[in-house]
């Protein structure tokens, strides 16, 4: 079974405008969320993360937001800028149970 | 912030051969490594949970005797693909856990078996 899903295999978004990627887990017991990017023949990069206690944190242009009850995560980029794009991954752990998965990734696209 | 170092970034091997791959947490300890394989245009794939001092914990499917991991201690972890075959060309990407660091990654190894 998938721990964690990220339903948009890939997104294309214009120039300046808001990318929202989403990410979805299926167990409540997840107490910390991040967000990587990731560019082709590379290990991935760390972006935002988020704490449980938490439903939103904001750094510059990006900003997860995490729905505990819907068990959602996503994250925001605003304004998209081309080089943003990449794949991005979400990842969701289990700090006692030191268990970290990762999503399928998304592939963003942004258009100049 | 938190460094991974892990080499080689690339190899190519014969057939038949091994290969080691380095994880090292530069300026931490980490407590926990992970070792993901990349296919191409696929997700991450975990392979593998090593705990300083203790045997990996392989996920399904992996070979553990094909897939050796050692994590000797806190700021090591090395993964050998032994009798490698071309089937087993593929990125290889370490990540480290360490309280307060959190998780950080390699920058990954790309493997080509000839």
């Known amino acids: 079974d998938q721990q964690v899903k990220q339903n948009s295999p890939s997104l294309s978004v214009q120039e300046g405008r808001i990318s929202i990627l989403n990410c979805d887990y299926t167990n409540s017991m997840f107490d910390y969320f991040l967000w990587y990017k990731k560019y082709p023949a590379e290990g991935p990069t760390f972006l935002i993360s988020?704490?449980?206690?938490?439903d939103k944190n904001e750094d510059g242009r990006f900003t997860v937001f995490l729905n505990k009850s819907a068990k959602h995560l996503s994250l925001h980029i605003v304004p998209s800028q081309p080089g943003d794009s990449a794949v991005y991954f979400c990842?969701?752990?289990?700090?006692?149970?030191?268990?970290?998965?990762f999503g399928t990734g998304t592939s963003l696209t942004v258009i100049p | 912030g938190a460094v991974v170092s892990q080499h080689p970034s690339w190899v190519i091997c014969k057939s038949g051969t091994s290969v080691k791959i380095e994880c090292r947490s530069l300026d931490f300890q980490a407590t926990t490594m992970f070792w993901y394989r990349q296919f191409p245009k696929q997700s991450l794939m975990l392979m593998a949970t090593s705990n300083e001092g203790s045997k990996a914990t392989y996920e399904q499917g992996v070979e553990k005797d094909k897939f050796l991991i050692n994590h000797a201690s806190l700021t090591l972890s090395t993964l050998t693909v032994t009798s490698a075959h071309p089937e087993d060309s593929s990125f290889y990407i370490c990540?480290?856990?360490?309280?307060?660091?959190?998780?950080?990654f390699g920058s990954g190894t790309r493997l080509t078996v000839v």
């Open positions: 990842a969701v752990v289990h700090i006692t149970g030191n268990q970290f998965y």
């Open positions: 988020i704490s449980s206690i938490k």
């Open positions: 990540s480290a856990w360490g309280l307060n660091y959190g998780y950080t």
